[in-house]
């Protein structure tokens, strides 16, 4: 056996009991980057093939001593591996319609009579192996595209596994989110009687034995008065912020001067105190939730009210109008969506530009409780009203310039 040319060519089996004729094959299919395995014998050919299955074409001579060509492709024809090679005859004497038929018997697909032609040779040969190059090329993609599958396969399995995780998990803390909602609203109802009890008892005292008290007694009785009213406010604003986040969305179109009435309304006696200022000027009427967004408004102005400045007359602004959020170009906001975009500006003390997603944590005060009374919860509430409404709202200051929330809601 002989193996020449390169080891990436395509490989074709020569076989023939003759040196000269297995170099004259070569000769003529040179410089074609083919690979050629030489075989002496049917023998000689049958056991290169078990070693190897991975041959184009196989150009054998029929007259071969001990095992010719026909009885050597029968038995090749009787492996599964190899029953699909091409088989060429080569011959002087298969000129009988009988011998020409018992080639195609044992399995040869073409035969050649010596002497052979070289172009047609080629030609065949060229044939064959190019399909041979094409059916491989196919398999290594048929191969591919099996991997590939199963990664896709392997990986949706695994999404799918993620995906029920996420949805039982999204369903455990929705239910542990209700739950907490309404512990939160039960626990903060029922420690209203207690609060009421307190305050009741504390009042009669003072009422009934206040000229009785010393003057520390009086004061530690106010104390008691004045923690409780603030324990009141606390249970208050938490109810408030359950109620912000229990699924009452009941949206109504609205319209905000309707919002506002209701709203200065409810804080007469501290606007006429504060001799504060409200301008409006809305365009058109919003989708919103009626009851939530008169305690939004209402947490912003008395907000202002608290945090305004003394020696200044408080002025509010509030305005409305649509815009479209590829103009925003806010990344919270969703893309090819109309929002109502209402901004409310006054003019008091401000705040520090960095804390201005500070302000909107539960409890958290830029500013100690001597100087300005209230829960810390104001604007927590106000937040969870605008996600209640899938918005957004951010806030700018500056100390001493006053505040801006921009608040935006989906049309």
């Known amino acids: 056996m002989q193996n020449r040319m390169g080891d990436n060519g395509i ?9 000269e004729n297995l170099l004259s094959l070569q000769v003529i299919l040179a410089d074609r980057g083919y690979q050629f395995v030489e075989a002496t014998s049917g023998k000689d050919a049958l056991r290169i093939l078990l070693k190897s299955q991975d041959f184009a074409i196989i150009l054998m001579d029929v007259q071969m001593p001990l095992m010719d060509g026909f009885e050597t492709a029968e038995l090749i024809r009787q492996s599964d591996k190899l029953k699909h090679v091409p088989i060429i005859f080569l011959t002087a004497n298969m000129n009988t319609n009988e011998y020409i038929f018992k080639g195609y018997q044992s399995g040869a697909v073409d035969y050649m009579i010596k002497p052979l032609s070289p172009e047609i040779l080629q030609a065949k040969v060229m044939v064959f192996t190019e399909l041979f190059r094409k059916n491989q090329e196919l398999k290594k993609k048929e191969e591919e595209t099996h991997a590939l599958n199963e990664i896709i396969l392997k990986t ?4 799918a596994s993620q995906n029920e995780a996420i949805t039982k998990h999204a369903e455990e803390l929705k239910k542990k989110n209700m739950e907490l909602d309404a512990f939160t609203y039960i626990s903060s109802h029922d420690l209203q009687e207690p609060l009421r009890k ?8 003072l009422s009934n034995e206040y000229p009785n008290l010393s003057e520390d007694g009086k004061a530690k009785f106010n104390r008691i008065l004045y923690a409780t009213n603030r324990m009141r406010e606390l249970i208050n604003s938490l109810l408030t912020f359950s109620r912000a986040t ?18 200065k309304a409810a804080l007469y006696e501290n606007l006429v105190e504060k001799k504060a ?44 109008r649509f815009v479209d959020s590829s103009v925003l170009k806010d990344i919270q906001l969703l893309p090819n969506v109309k929002y109502c975009h209402i901004s409310f500006e006054d003019n008091g003390i401000g705040f520090e530009p960095e804390h201005s997603e500070k302000i909107f944590g539960v409890f958290q005060k830029l500013h100690g409780r001597d100087l300005y009374e209230g829960t810390g919860i104001g604007l927590a509430i106000v937040k969870k009203i605008i996600e209640n409404h899938d918005g957004f709202i951010n806030a700018t200051g500056e100390p001493m310039k006053g505040a801006t929330f921009n608040i935006y ?3």
């Open 198 to 205: 307190i305050q009741t008892f504390a009042n009669l005292i």
């Open 277 to 320: 200022v409200i301008i409006t000027d809305f365009h058109d009427n919003v989708k919103i939730i009626p009851f939530q967004f008169v305690q939004l408004m209402e947490n912003l102005i008395h907000n202002a009210i608290k945090f305004s400045q003394s020696e200044v007359t408080l002025e509010i602004t509030i305005k409305s």
């Open 11 to 19: 490989k074709i089996l020569i076989v023939d009991d003759k040196k």
């Open 156 to 159: 949706n399995v695994q999404l």
């Open 246 to 263: 229990l699924d009452d969305r009941r949206f109504e179109t609205v319209d905000l001067n309707a919002i506002i009435a209701d709203v």
């Open 409 to 411: 809601i989906p049309y």
